[in-house]
């Protein structure tokens, strides 16, 4: 009894141990340029562009960025199938707001929907604004 007592409590601590190391690492964002911050994501080994100087691109960053920055799943993906250089969305120059307004609230490829909960009509055309850097 005594024995399984012991075996308990060195398991115990040793879970003890791994979830304070696990939490104990500085999740915080480092402050970055132009109001935004930049944070760390898959498994820290890469750093996310989180800054921004505009409000129609602080929408971006904090409605899209996570898929559509560097080492985003949209990046990833789009770099699979458009000609290299096309796939960060910021530095295309054939969007316009009606495409991306269109890709938004339909889906596109593996991009789902984006419903008006998640990003109301006002914020989309800011967004999509930005993204075709007025190109109508």
Same mark, same amino acid.
């Given at each position: 009894m005594i024995r399984r007592s012991k075996s308990v409590a060195f398991a115990s601590g040793i879970v003890a141990t791994l979830l304070l190391t696990a939490c104990s690492e500085d999740p915080a964002p480092t402050e970055g340029g132009g109001g935004g911050n930049q944070r760390g994501n898959a498994g =820290?080994?890469?750093?996310?562009?989180?800054s921004f100087s505009t409000e129609p691109e602080h929408l971006f960053v904090e409605?899209?960025? =996570?898929?559509?920055?560097q080492v985003g799943m949209g990046t990833v993906l789009l770099g699979r199938r458009v000609e290299e250089g096309m796939e960060m969305l910021e530095d295309r120059d054939d969007l316009t707001p009606d495409y991306v307004i269109a890709a938004a609230r339909q889906g596109i490829g593996n991009m789902p929907r984006i419903p008006r909960g998640e990003v109301s009509d006002a914020q989309l055309q800011l967004i999509a604004d930005y993204l075709a850097k007025g190109r109508e």
């Amino acid at each position: 009894m005594i024995r399984r007592s012991k075996s308990v409590a060195f398991a115990s601590g040793i879970v003890a141990t791994l979830l304070l190391t696990a939490c104990s690492e500085d999740p915080a964002p480092t402050e970055g340029g132009g109001g935004g911050n930049q944070r760390g994501n898959a498994g =820290m080994s890469a750093v996310q562009d989180r800054s921004f100087s505009t409000e129609p691109e602080h929408l971006f960053v904090e409605k899209c960025s =996570m898929c559509h920055r560097q080492v985003g799943m949209g990046t990833v993906l789009l770099g699979r199938r458009v000609e290299e250089g096309m796939e960060m969305l910021e530095d295309r120059d054939d969007l316009t707001p009606d495409y991306v307004i269109a890709a938004a609230r339909q889906g596109i490829g593996n991009m789902p929907r984006i419903p008006r909960g998640e990003v109301s009509d006002a914020q989309l055309q800011l967004i999509a604004d930005y993204l075709a850097k007025g190109r109508e």
